[in-house]
């Protein structure tokens, strides 16, 4: 298979490759959508970690507020 042949055949190339880059194979166009899904899961797992983090700390800053303003009222 040629791939410059083929490409230079298509012409979806030219917009899809506008600096005259040799089209990829497949493989490679999979590998490289591959990528980019695990980063975007990657991104959101982070982001909801970090959502979850601060829940978490929030939850326990009112609950220690909570306990020195009992303890402040006890004295």
Do not use: C, I, K
């Amino acid at each position: 298979m040629n791939v410059t042949r083929n490409a230079q055949q298509n012409p979806m190339t030219d917009e899809y490759y506008p600096n005259g880059a040799v089209m990829l194979l497949m493989h490679e166009d999979l590998a490289r959508a591959r990528m980019r899904e695990s980063q975007r899961a990657a991104e959101q797992s982070r982001l909801a970690r970090r959502l979850s983090s601060a829940r978490r700390w929030n939850r326990l800053a009112g609950w220690a507020g909570r306990r020195a303003s009992e303890a402040n009222r006890a004295l």
